[in-house]
């Protein structure tokens, strides 16, 4: 079955940087658009970035040239590198398989940006 494991959340101070990684398994990696999502707390959940697979991206607006999203096809593997970060990015993220209209959930993992 269609697994995604994020990892790499935590505590960070503003104007710090973290990466997030999410492992992907039970389907053809290479040939899946992937993303990242956010929910932060009372928030709706937000498209943070998506990747083809020809790598091209597409961010959210409140993170264009601070987030950068990437894709290791032999690890299969997505990862989001997040820099410049501020109180405002605190949230739970996901990762997520895209599929026209569908879309599957990791379990989410919490980045939490505070001094």
């Known amino acids: 079955q269609v697994q995604l494991v994020e990892s790499g959340g935590g505590l960070v101070q503003p104007g710090g940087s973290l990466r997030l990684s999410c492992a992907a398994s039970?389907?053809?990696?290479?040939?899946?658009?992937m993303g990242w999502y956010r929910q932060g707390p009372g928030k709706q959940r937000d498209l943070v970035a998506t990747i083809s697979t020809t790598d091209n991206t597409n961010y959210g607006d409140s993170v264009k040239g601070r987030f950068t999203i990437s894709r290791d096809n032999v690890k299969n593997t997505v990862y989001l590198q997040m820099n410049s970060l501020k109180p405002e990015d605190t949230a739970v993220y996901y990762c997520v398989r895209l599929r026209g209209s569908l879309i599957d959930w990791g379990q989410g993992t919490q980045v939490t940006v505070s001094s």
């Open positions: 039970g389907f053809i990696f290479r040939l899946t658009r």
